[in-house]
Structure formats: structure tokens, C-alpha cells
């Protein structure tokens, strides 16, 4: 079965692609839940999708550290143009779900079983 990248994903879960239009192509191994930079920074690994409610800047620069796929705000938490902003310098894809944590987490997790 061929693994889905970002760009089949954002299609097929319904989320928005806020930056790093470009780099879509990639393809998640899974996925990390948390808001605590610090358990981000010692448990996720490269290439993982990062669900969390946080938008402030540091979640680009943790997600560039660590090399994620992804990150997906959730919660429909605005988004500042600043973070946006070294999101693309960083090349650090950023997608928003409309859904809780928990749904986005759940639909996520269905998608990465069934298809990863």
C-alpha cells in the first residue's frame, strides 16, 4: 500500500495548509500529541506529524529542530502572520483542523493506521 504525503492527508482529513505549500510532497511515519515543548523536544522523531494547540513561534522553531513532517494546530486556534512567516523561512509545514484535539487526533490516527 502506498503511504499518503501531506497533500493526500490535509485532502482527505479535511485540514488547511497555512504554510509550506511547497513542501507537501512529504510523506509522516506518524504522529506525537502534546503542548509541552520539552516532551515534544525528547519524544517525537523526524518525520512525525506534531498535533498541538499551541501558536506561538517556538513550536517552528521545535518542529525545524526536530525535523517533523508537520505540525496541525487544532482547535481553530488563530494563527499570527509572524509564525507563519518563519514557518515558510523554516520550512516547516503548518496545517490547522477545525476539530478538538481528540477528533483531529482520532481521525489522524485511523488515516496513519490504515494507510502507513
Not at 517525537?44 to 499551541?54: P, Y
Not at 515558510?88 to 477528533?103: D, I, R
Amino acid at each position: 500500500m502506498e503511504k499518503p504525503n501531506l497533500n493526500k492527508l490535509t485532502e482527505e482529513l479535511d485540514f488547511e495548509c497555512l504554510s509550506g505549500k511547497t513542501l507537501m510532497d512529504r510523506i509522516p511515519q506518524s504522529a506525537y500529541v502534546s503542548d509541552l515543548l520539552s516532551d515534544v523536544m525528547g519524544k517525537a522523531r523526524a518525520g512525525m506529524i506534531w498535533v498541538t494547540s499551541q501558536v506561538h513561534k517556538n513550536i517552528v522553531a521545535v518542529a525545524s529542530l526536530k525535523e517533523l513532517s508537520a505540525i496541525v494546530i487544532v482547535n481553530e486556534r488563530p494563527v499570527e502572520k509572524e509564525l507563519l512567516e518563519q514557518a515558510e523561512n523554516e520550512e516547516v509545514v503548518v496545517l490547522a483542523s477545525n476539530l478538538p484535539a481528540f477528533e483531529t487526533v482520532g481521525k489522524l490516527y485511523n488515516y496513519l493506521a490504515g494507510r502507513c
